[in-house]
């Protein structure tokens, strides 16, 4: 019964320093993918001379709540799975350790990152039912849920509520907070994310991938300038009945809903929705989301299983890439041993894209970095560097100077299709690096 939920909510609704107090010394602490619940983080962090060694594993990291100073390092030893700007220095200082994501979902038989002692998540407001939604993004949130052992929820009320497997009751839940701090950054969108910025060279990139879409594709992409220019700088615009399955939804996609352009009609499973793990945009694409039947969100072990994937015909995987060299060896989270990000779905999407009945799997990149300095496409990636997507997945490139088509040619034909598309200032180089390395 409703009021059966509701007393059990009313009990279960404390202050943020009351709930922090399950934490104790040598707990391990996990937050889910999202930014950290401001208001309990901050009652967990007002403990650091109290605490000792709580392991604290964060899947993106997003607040510093002065734990990435290395006088926390005793209290809050960190560990992280996708490294974003606010954690590159501590991850290149060795100050905490990286957790490799996994395709395979987590459960209470295989929680992948060890059991929680204690997890700390957002969620919204329960509904008339008791339901309490996980807002723009799952992410595993409900199996993370399922396998703590205490689970600690604030509540946000700018939470959208979507469609999908994208809710939890109040029963499973520990303790709620009503949240009292912590907004939204400026200039971000619903999943913390600033809005890329567009240049000269993303524009030719978006230009050529825009050439390789076709009406009736369903696709996917990735976070980063490179990929989400496709969408934002309106070489989609003109399509028809683009179809949407993607782990992120970057700014510039549900406009293109709002428009028509992409409604999922042609789509050969989950026919006229758009599926996703995450959703970003605007508060405006957000009002547009909410509640709307179109739109539904579901856990990574379904979206991110590259047999769901390959279940949509005219698949377009689109991800961006930190390096790509001669062979088609794709590197796309770290520049030697430096980790700059994570692997995300890209795997999957390769695997998924190529399995699809007329699938694509496009790998952008802008052909230099800082500045202009150094080539992204290379003779051999940096030693150290972390493979993404293997050279027997590779299969289109885009960088601001054209396309090279990798699929099913040799590393000399790789080659010469690679160093056509690199920067002017080092195709001579690189083709000497490339006659040493392939030919006789």
Known sequence: MASDWKEEYRRKTVPAEVAVKVIKSGDRVSFTHGREPPSITRAMTERKLELNNVKVFMRTPSLDFGWYHEDWNDSFPLEISYVRPIARDIMAERRCDFVPGSLIGITPQNPQVGEADVLLIELSPPDENGYCSFGASVWGKKKAVQCAKTVIAEINKSFIHTFGDNHIHVSEIDYFVEQTTGKKAAGSDQLGRKAPEIGEEEKGIAGYVGSLIRDGDTLQIG????????????????????????????????????????????????????????????????????????????????????????????????????????????????????ILSGPGGQLTFAIGAQLSKGGRFITTLQSTARGGKLSRIVPMLKEGSMVTVPRTLSDIVVSEYGIARLRGKTHRERALELIAIAHPDFRTELKRQAEAMFWP
């Open 223 to 338: 976070v980063g300038s490179a990929a989400e220019c496709i969408a934002l700088n309106g070489n989609l615009d003109n399509k028809v009945d683009l179809g949407w399955h993607s782990e992120t939804t970057p700014r510039g996609i549900i406009p293109l809903v709002r428009n028509g352009v992409i409604n999922g009609k042609r789509k050969t499973i989950n026919t006229g929705k758009l599926v996703a793990i995450a959703l970003g945009g605007s508060e405006e694409d957000m009002k547009f989301v909410d509640r709307n039947p179109m739109f539904e969100l579901y856990d990574s072990d379904y979206v991110l299983d590259p047999r769901v994937v390959a279940s949509n015909d005219r698949f377009v995987g689109i991800n961006a890439a930190v390096a790509v060299d001669l062979t088609g060896q794709i590197a796309a989270e770290s520049v030697g041993p430096s």
